[in-house]
């Protein structure tokens, strides 16, 4: 089974500081690419950051960055300078070409405190 | 452009009652795909369209679940007989179509069985 697991049910940073939200993932396929997602109250799923599988450079979106170990199946999500908008539910998930539909893990619940 | 839409945004029905959810995709988008989240947990899988294939029906959990895509364009996901099981956020994503591709969140449908 292919699996995804976020660690942290519950993280806490303070605003303009920085915080990592860990996430492995286990499967068996060589090509398939990597997301975090955001989701606030509203419920809309936003996209964070992709990364494929077969790049080694780490991907960046301004604040947001990933550290992927491709070997550990590894993808962890850091956020710096923190911000009130950033809280939120985090969710790691996956893609490959043996199916469509991503794999989710169970969300991270980001609290940023002032 | 107009992203993912989705309706009702809530929905409260009785045990037994059949239910209609409804997603409009991004304009030429031509996959779709139906998830399921349930209170504290991840995405789970329910039905993938691609243009005029035949859907990838297999995260359907019975068969009292089933959807519909007219075209590339609307779709349907039908759950008759509800349980109080099956109360949980319904989501619609979309995406160009090939499996590598992001894919774009609705926001949602919250359904409740009473």
């Known amino acids: 089974a292919q699996t995804v697991t976020q660690s942290q049910p519950e993280m806490s940073v303070q605003e303009a500081e920085t915080v990592t939200l860990s996430c492995t993932y286990d499967t068996s396929e060589s090509d398939y690419y990597l997301f975090w997602y955001k989701q606030p109250p509203s419920r809309q799923m936003i996209l964070v950051i992709r990364?494929?599988?077969?790049?080694?450079q780490n991907a960046t979106e301004n604040r947001f960055s990933v550290n992927f170990q491709k070997a550990a199946k590894s993808f962890s999500l850091k956020i710096s300078d923190s911000q009130l908008g950033d809280a939120a539910m985090y969710f790691c998930?996956?893609?490959?070409?043996?199916?469509?539909?991503?794999?989710f893990g169970k969300g991270t619940s980001l609290l940023v405190t002032p | 452009g107009a992203g993912v839409s989705q309706s009702p945004s809530n929905k409260v029905t009785e045990k037994g009652k059949d239910v209609e959810l409804r997603c409009d995709p991004i304009?030429?988008?031509?996959?779709l795909y139906w998830y399921r989240q349930r209170l504290g947990q991840g995405l789970e899988f329910l039905i993938y369209f691609q243009g005029n294939s035949a859907p990838d029906k297999s995260g359907l959990p019975s068969d009292r679940f089933s959807a519909e895509r007219t075209g590339e364009s609307v779709s349907t996901l039908t759950i008759q007989r509800t349980q109080q099981e099956d109360s949980a956020v319904y989501l619609c994503a979309s995406s160009p179509g090939g499996w590598s591709d992001t894919q774009y969140f609705g926001p949602g449908t919250r359904l409740t069985v009473l």
């Open positions: 990364q494929e599988a077969y790049k080694q």
């Open positions: 304009s030429g988008h031509t996959a």
């Open positions: 998930a996956y893609g490959t070409n043996s199916g469509y539909a991503l794999n």
